[in-house]
């Protein structure tokens, strides 16, 4: 059973530069979140996709923008890159619904480094 | 809103000795609470979880916690520290009503002394 599983694991960008870091869900899971996780820092909720639609979303600025697609996967996009962006990515999935009680399961990651 | 606060950004313990890790959560409802584990270079994995069932849970690696509702409180402990729990450890809050998102800690660096 395959988890979640993200790509690229590395990424070099500079500053203004566009970047799209894709995600793929754990078999049978159909929600998809994205985190931010600067250096020493816990995770920063950026937002969650759930039917193709974001569903949530924290703190971030428009820059940031995602989308889901009919097989679940997910794509995080971020437009003009600040220095500030430089961070791990974590992808994680889940399943809808209270019986599931929102247990994400996190992929590897993709580390973005804006030079 | 919820928050969490994990007290003691690093925590060194004998190998053999018990480790814990504290964790105290705000949240104006009923919240779900987990424990994740970082491995350096790599994403997070669930250690165990709280979803309104046992106070007390048991997760993977030996690893267990208490909810404590009165203290606002989910410890991490395990009785004897391996050299393979160095990692980071975090705590994280999310709402019983659905699937939310996930409030974490700063996190705990665990080291093991030899």
């Known amino acids: 059973d395959a988890g979640v599983t993200q790509s690229p694991t590395h990424l070099i960008k500079t500053r203004g530069q566009q970047v799209t870091l894709r995600c793929s869900p754990k078999?049978?899971?159909?929600?998809v979140s994205w985190y931010q996780q600067a250096l020493g820092q816990g995770p920063q909720f950026i937002f969650q996709y759930y039917e193709e639609e974001e569903r949530q979303r924290g703190n971030f600025p428009d820059r940031f923008s995602g989308h889901q697609f009919p097989n679940y996967s997910s794509e995080l996009n971020v437009n003009a890159l600040l220095l500030g962006d430089s961070a791990l990515y974590l992808c994680a999935s889940s399943l809808e619904g209270r019986l599931a009680k929102n247990i994400q399961y996190f992929g590897a990651g993709t580390r973005l480094s804006v030079l | 809103a919820q928050s969490v606060t994990q007290l003691g950004s690093h925590v060194s313990v004998s190998e053999g000795a018990l480790v814990l890790l504290r964790c105290n959560y705000s949240?104006?409802?009923?919240?779900?609470l987990f424990w994740y584990v970082q491995y350096p270079n790599q994403g997070l994995q669930l250690l165990l979880k709280?979803?309104?069932?046992?106070?007390l849970v048991k997760g993977i690696n030996g690893f267990e916690a208490e909810f404590k509702k009165s203290e606002t409180s989910f410890h991490l402990t395990k009785p004897s520290a391996h050299m393979s729990d160095a990692a980071e450890y975090f705590c994280a809050v999310s709402d019983y009503f659905g699937n939310e998102k996930l409030t974490f800690g700063t996190g705990t660096r665990l080291t093991i002394i030899p």
């Open positions: 949240s104006s409802v009923p919240p779900y």
């Open positions: 709280y979803t309104s069932a046992a106070t």
């Open positions: 078999s049978g899971h159909d929600t």
